[in-house]
């Protein structure tokens, strides 16, 4: 549940720092979202790789326990 709290939050530092027209005021707001926004993003592809290996172990087990039971 957390995952979808962190992509939310990564997309909208992206929206800010990546946006076309960025006013003279917003350079410095701009720049430290991107500043944030690249290591949230890293950390989402992370957890989602670490996510995808956790269910292929589990199902592996799920399959080795049911073979054994039968």
Do not use: W
């Not at 992509?7 to 979202?33: H, K, M």
């Not at 949230?40 to 080795?64: F, H, P, T, W």
């Amino acid at each position: 549940m957390a995952h979808y709290r962190i992509r939310t939050v990564t997309q909208v530092l992206e929206n800010i720092a990546f946006r076309g027209e960025v006013e003279a005021d917003c350079v410095v707001l701009s720049d430290f979202a991107q500043l944030l926004a690249i290591p949230l993003r890293d950390g989402c592809d992370l957890m989602e790789v670490i996510g995808q290996r956790l269910q292929k172990e589990v199902s592996e087990v799920e399959v080795a326990s049911a073979a054994t039971v039968s």
